[in-house]
């Protein structure tokens, strides 16, 4: 089976950084990805890891350590369009399918 | 601009109704999902296709099935709801590969079983 853990909520102050991290327990590793979803809308890709380092994509950033079993989601210079919950998911090792964390809700205050 | 639709937005049913829900998507993509999406848990995977006609169980099958007649277009079916089936349901489609494809979402359908 998966087991995918996420804080369930940080609150985080605009122009600050803020780091979500996600441990991962699975049978079979094919990639990480996040996902970042505002209220009453879909998912929508932030990032994807499948080798150990660090993915920076611009006030974003995702690292991942496979022998570790753990990734997070970097995000700096916040803004309050960040407010948002943001989704771990992993990808075994055969086919597309992704099992998801339950989501951390972020919220940036003023 | 990809594209993944679903047939409703919010949907009020009965216990006990047949209910479908529709996902089409324009990208071509072989890789078609439907989860559904509750607080604290996260997105849990219904069913999933890989082609036309082909369909495989997810972490929560009972008490749906699927339909995918064509390409684009993939239906998740509610035998007979229940209240335990209120939720948001999202459909998902990726292209086939083993690489970094990302899975590209639908609107969602907050369906309520009265």
């Known amino acids: 089976g998966q087991n995918i853990d996420q804080p369930t909520e940080m609150t985080a102050t605009e122009g600050a950084i803020v780091q979500i991290n996600c441990t991962y327990q699975?049978?079979?590793?094919?990639?990480l990805f996040w996902y970042q979803q505002h209220a009453g809308e879909a998912p929508t890709f932030l990032s994807y890891?499948?080798?150990?380092g660090l993915e920076e994509k611009g006030r974003f950033s995702s690292f991942l350590s496979r022998s570790k079993g753990y990734s997070y989601l970097l995000l700096k210079e916040l803004q309050m369009k960040d407010s948002a919950s943001y989704l771990c998911?992993?990808?075994?090792?055969?086919?597309?399918?992704?099992?998801f964390g339950g989501g951390t809700r972020v919220l940036v205050k003023p | 601009d990809v594209k993944v639709t679903q047939s409703s937005r919010y949907l009020v049913k009965r216990t006990g109704e047949k209910v479908f829900l529709e996902c089409v998507q324009d990208?071509?993509?072989?890789?078609m999902f439907w989860y559904r999406q509750d607080p604290g848990l996260g997105l849990r995977l219904i069913y999933f296709?890989?082609?036309?006609?082909?369909?495989e169980k997810g972490d929560i099958p009972e008490g749906y099935s699927v339909s995918r007649e064509k390409k684009e277009r993939f239906s998740l079916i509610l035998e007979s709801a229940s209240t335990n089936q209120t939720s948001m349901y999202l459909c998902?489609?990726?292209?086939?590969?083993?690489?970094?494809?990302?899975?590209?979402f639908g609107p969602g359908t907050r369906l309520t079983v009265l």
């Open positions: 998911a992993v990808r075994k090792a055969a086919g597309n399918k992704l099992t």
């Open positions: 990208m071509d993509h072989e890789n």
């Open positions: 296709s890989y082609d036309v006609k082909m369909k």
């Open positions: 890891n499948v080798l150990d």
């Open positions: 699975t049978s079979g590793f094919n990639g």
């Open positions: 998902a489609s990726t292209p086939w590969g083993e690489t970094g494809n990302e899975q590209f």
